[in-house]
């Protein structure tokens, strides 16, 4: 079964986001990080690019002739899934083939809308039986 995790608390989401995504590179982890939308996937892309400084996440998207052979993918468009590693959920829709990953990772920022968005799909996960751990990220600087 999946097991999920909500980090909330989130000052920036996309920051958060690829600080887990080089973690999870360096675990040896594949990773699909999913958007709403193209603008969101983009800004992503450029903060993968200098993030870490002084290294470099292999990543593309999900629609690259090389994504199956590269560990991370931005995807917006809910494409067919490439790996089964570890799902980041960036968007506001609970994602239709999460249950397909062995990890999916929801951050949640700060703002209502996000954050009653973010509740509506832990009601969704929980109430299907799903292990839930919440990491409060208001307690700590590091995911």
Excluded at 47 to 71: E, K, N, Q, S
Excluded at 86 to 94: D, E, F, I, K, S
Excluded at 105 to 120: K, P, S
Aim: glycine residues 2%.
């Amino acid at each position: 079964m999946t097991q999920i995790d909500f980090y909330t608390h989130v000052e920036d989401k996309l920051h958060t986001a690829a600080r887990l995504v080089v973690k999870a590179y360096r675990q040896r982890l594949r990773l699909t990080a999913l958007f709403d939308d193209a603008e969101a996937a983009q800004r992503f892309d450029r903060i993968l690019w200098v993030t870490p400084a002084i290294g470099f996440v292999p990543h593309c998207y999900a629609d690259d002739p090389l994504a199956r052979m590269t560990p991370i993918i931005v995807d917006y468009r809910g494409a067919e899934v490439i790996n089964d590693d570890v799902l980041v959920n960036l968007g506001t829709a609970r994602p239709a083939s999460f249950s397909r990953f062995r990890r999916l990772v929801e951050i949640v920022a700060l703002d209502d809308a996000d954050r009653h968005a973010a509740r509506e799909r832990y009601k969704f996960y929980r109430d299907r039986g799903y292990d839930i751990r919440t990491h409060d990220l208001s307690q700590s600087d590091a995911p």
